[in-house]
């Protein structure tokens, strides 16, 4: 057997494991993180699933990341425990967060010896698998790299897969029998299984069934988070959040801000019940003198000051992902203060009231302004602000708005907090699937560079301010990942292929207008979409209708409030 690499040694030898996993057996699972160990394992969903595979009777599971640093373009992907290709695994699982990590699914794909396109792949091999947020927001554009895709929530889905995968391993099913078997586990989509249809250069392509296939795939979900409990089993060797336990503590968000994916497609907002958060609380605390809690925004949460307060009685600290301002209370303020915490983020997302409503993110400036109060007589040294620029119905006067807020909130923070700092974060909007944005088009990137290029100018003679921002051109590739269809896969082979640098084969493509497969990239990234088009990400059902999103839409250019929460089983059509 093949040794691991002197550096993952150390990784393993300096890991703590907090819960001891399962005995193993001889279901061989390789569980792929497309990004460096350090993210990998400090992301709480990856942990979620390989504490699943170890968990489950007779699988033995191992992991694997992408090298953190690679003398050049080649590079041998092999297992992080034994040092064992990943060709001679029974299964590849592969966990999808982001879609910046697309591009390194194909260098982990030709490290590994695997053909990157599921329908050239032969029996004998691995069967590759992918689940996780970006596969069940819009699966397209990798749909045709694996075998088979779980869409959802993993916690009921996976191991009924894996049940039926152990059950067809033993009785010898080749390829063939595999596909056609696994995808009669609710939730699994086998994207041979059909057809594009439609694809025009301004046009998306749609996936339609095969024989007996569905017509489309019912995400899954879970009702009661409380019923399983996520959170660090592994202190890793190297983590970007340095010595911190990671909680979950809620799924979804209530506020429906219409920019947002995870709002939607995790709809119904789950939150873990208080004392089972107090228990996990204790545990972490036992182990780490911070317990980081993940959610999409935790100001909501119930008992969320109690949580903080209970850890400072035990000499540690809670620390909440991010905090929606209104719901910064005197109470929160005062336990963050017990608990030394020195970094909040605080997302306005807009500078004015106007393009909040539009947003549904219906926060005052009174409302921003007290919480950094509150949070400077709460002794947080770091308030990081997060803008958007790019959003629909934006002007340069929203532009000027976040400077006038961002200068405003300086002066309520700042002089309360003596040696702190504002970090003023600037991302760009990326239309979503699954929103009711997601018929706008990207904003030109030259007209985004010059709003940036105001917002840098301008920030820099703030005193104590810092920004920080995101590339415009990184949001049009990101434009063309969320947006796309399963065309793009020729595009990520094809950048691939050049070496990784998708800007100059993306200008290149651009003068030629469109993709050979007939796809003009800017079309996808800019184009406006109407209520009739064709949406690929909808062969996935997350129980929200098209028309629902369709009203948000038209509600934000009224710049109204959301209607309310979507009831959950609204199948999601046209009409």
Same mark, same amino acid.
């Given at each position: 057997?093949?040794?691991?690499?002197?550096?993952?040694?150390?990784?393993?030898?300096?890991?703590?494991?907090?819960?001891? &996993?399962?005995?193993?057996?001889?279901?061989?699972?390789?569980?792929?993180?497309?990004?460096?160990?350090?993210?990998?394992?400090?992301?709480?969903?990856?942990?979620?699933?390989?504490?699943?595979?170890?968990?489950?009777?007779?699988?033995?599971?191992?992991?694997?990341?992408?090298?953190?640093?690679?003398?050049?373009?080649? &590079?041998?992907?092999?297992?992080?425990?034994?040092?064992?290709?990943?060709?001679?695994?029974?299964?590849?699982?592969?966990?999808?967060? &982001?879609?910046?990590?697309?591009?390194?699914?194909?260098?982990?794909?030709?490290?590994?010896?695997?053909?990157?396109?599921?329908?050239?792949?032969?029996?004998?091999?691995?069967?590759?698998?992918?689940?996780?947020?970006?596969?069940?927001?819009?699966?397209?554009?990798?749909?045709?790299?694996?075998?088979?895709?779980?869409?959802?929530?993993?916690?009921?889905?996976?191991?009924?897969?894996?049940?039926?995968?152990?059950?067809?391993?033993?009785?010898?099913?080749?390829?063939?029998?595999?596909?056609?078997?696994?995808?009669?586990?609710?939730?699994?989509?086998?994207?041979?299984?059909?057809?594009?249809?439609?694809?025009?250069?301004?046009?998306?392509?749609?996936?339609?069934?095969?024989?007996?296939?569905?017509?489309?795939?019912?995400?899954?979900?879970?009702?009661?988070?409380?019923?399983?409990?996520?959170?660090?089993?592994?202190?890793? #060797? %190297?983590?970007?959040?340095?010595?911190?336990?990671?909680?979950?503590?809620?799924?979804?968000?209530?506020?429906?801000?219409?920019?947002?994916?995870?709002?939607?497609?995790?709809?119904?907002?789950?939150?873990?019940?208080?004392?089972?958060?107090?228990?996990?609380?204790?545990?972490?605390?036992?182990?780490?003198?911070?317990?980081?809690?993940?959610?999409?925004?935790?100001?909501?949460?119930?008992?969320?000051?109690?949580?903080?307060?209970?850890?400072?009685?035990?000499?540690?600290?809670?620390?909440?992902?991010?905090?929606? #301002?209104?719901?910064?209370?005197?109470?929160?303020?005062?336990?963050?203060?017990?608990?030394?915490?020195?970094?909040?983020?605080?997302?306005?997302?807009?500078?004015?009231?106007?393009?909040?409503?539009?947003?549904?993110?219906?926060?005052?400036?009174?409302?921003?302004? %007290?919480?950094?109060?509150?949070?400077?007589?709460?002794?947080?040294?770091?308030?990081?602000?997060?803008?958007?620029?790019?959003?629909?119905?934006?002007?340069?006067?929203?532009?000027?708005?976040?400077?006038?807020?961002?200068?405003?909130?300086?002066?309520?923070?700042?002089?309360?907090?003596?040696?702190?700092?504002?970090?003023?974060?600037?991302?760009?909007?990326?239309?979503?699937?699954?929103?009711?944005?997601?018929?706008?088009? $990207?904003?030109?990137?030259?007209?985004?560079?010059?709003?940036?290029?105001?917002?840098?100018?301008?920030?820099?003679?703030?005193?104590?301010?810092?920004?920080?921002?995101?590339?415009?051109?990184?949001?049009?590739?990101?434009?063309?990942?969320?947006?796309?269809?399963?065309?793009?896969?020729?595009?990520? $082979?094809?950048?691939?292929?050049?070496?990784?640098?998708?800007?100059?084969?993306?200008?290149?493509?651009?003068?030629?207008?469109?993709?050979?497969?007939?796809?003009?990239?800017?079309?996808?990234?800019?184009?406006?979409?109407?209520?009739?088009?064709?949406?690929?990400?909808?062969?996935?059902?997350?129980?929200?209708?098209?028309?629902?999103?369709?009203?948000?839409?038209?509600?934000?250019?009224?710049?109204?409030?959301?209607?309310?929460?979507?009831?959950?089983?609204?199948?999601?059509?046209?009409?």
């Amino acid at each position: 057997m093949a040794k691991p690499a002197k550096s993952t040694e150390n990784w393993i030898a300096r890991e703590r494991v907090v819960v001891p &996993f399962g005995a193993g057996g001889s279901v061989h699972v390789c569980l792929v993180y497309p990004n460096t160990y350090a993210l990998g394992m400090s992301n709480l969903g990856f942990q979620a699933v390989l504490g699943i595979f170890r968990d489950f009777p007779g699988v033995s599971c191992e992991r694997a990341f992408l090298p953190a640093a690679r003398s050049g373009s080649r &590079f041998a992907m092999r297992s992080l425990e034994s040092g064992r290709a990943l060709a001679d695994f029974d299964l590849l699982a592969f966990s999808l967060s &982001f879609e910046a990590d697309y591009l390194n699914l194909l260098r982990i794909f030709e490290g590994a010896g695997i053909e990157p396109l599921s329908r050239q792949r032969q029996d004998g091999g691995p069967l590759v698998i992918a689940g996780g947020p970006a596969t069940f927001i819009n699966p397209e554009p990798i749909a045709e790299f694996f075998d088979l895709l779980l869409l959802g929530e993993a916690e009921e889905m996976l191991p009924e897969f894996l049940a039926a995968f152990a059950r067809l391993r033993l009785e010898g099913a080749g390829r063939f029998r595999l596909l056609e078997a696994l995808s009669e586990v609710p939730g699994v989509y086998c994207p041979q299984s059909y057809e594009i249809s439609g694809g025009r250069p301004k046009s998306l392509a749609v996936a339609k069934p095969l024989s007996g296939a569905p017509c489309r795939i019912r995400r899954r979900y879970v009702k009661d988070l409380t019923r399983y409990p996520t959170f660090s089993r592994i202190l890793p #060797a %190297e983590s970007p959040f340095g010595d911190m336990f990671l909680v979950e503590a809620s799924r979804g968000c209530k506020w429906g801000c219409r920019f947002c994916a995870a709002g939607f497609v995790y709809r119904p907002t789950r939150y873990v019940g208080t004392p089972e958060l107090e228990e996990l609380v204790d545990r972490g605390l036992e182990h780490c003198p911070t317990v980081g809690l993940v959610g999409a925004e935790l100001g909501s949460l119930p008992a969320l000051a109690a949580l903080v307060e209970r850890a400072a009685r035990r000499g540690g600290r809670v620390s909440p992902s991010s905090l929606r #301002a209104d719901t910064v209370s005197e109470a929160l303020a005062r336990g963050l203060k017990r608990t030394l915490t020195r970094t909040v983020t605080v997302a306005p997302e807009a500078g004015s009231e106007r393009l909040r409503r539009v947003i549904n993110k219906n926060l005052s400036e009174g409302e921003i302004l %007290e919480a950094a109060s509150r949070l400077a007589h709460g002794g947080v040294k770091t308030l990081r602000l997060y803008f958007m620029i790019g959003l629909p119905t934006e002007t340069d006067t929203d532009i000027e708005e976040i400077l006038a807020l961002t200068r405003k909130v300086a002066r309520h923070f700042l002089p309360l907090a003596p040696g702190s700092r504002i970090r003023l974060s600037i991302s760009t909007f990326v239309p979503k699937p699954w929103t009711p944005f997601q018929w706008e088009g $990207l904003e030109d990137v030259r007209s985004l560079k010059r709003k940036l290029a105001l917002l840098r100018r301008e920030a820099a003679r703030m005193t104590g301010v810092d920004l920080e921002a995101f590339s415009p051109r990184e949001g049009y590739w990101h434009a063309l990942l969320s947006r796309g269809d399963r065309r793009i896969a020729s595009l990520l $082979l094809a950048v691939h292929r050049a070496g990784g640098g998708w800007w100059p084969l993306v200008q290149a493509i651009r003068k030629r207008k469109r993709l050979h497969e007939d796809l003009d990239l800017d079309w996808v990234a800019h184009g406006t979409l109407s209520f009739t088009d064709p949406l690929p990400w909808e062969i996935v059902d997350h129980g929200i209708s098209r028309a629902f999103l369709w009203r948000e839409r038209l509600k934000a250019r009224e710049e109204a409030r959301e209607s309310g929460p979507q009831p959950r089983h609204l199948s999601t059509g046209s009409g």
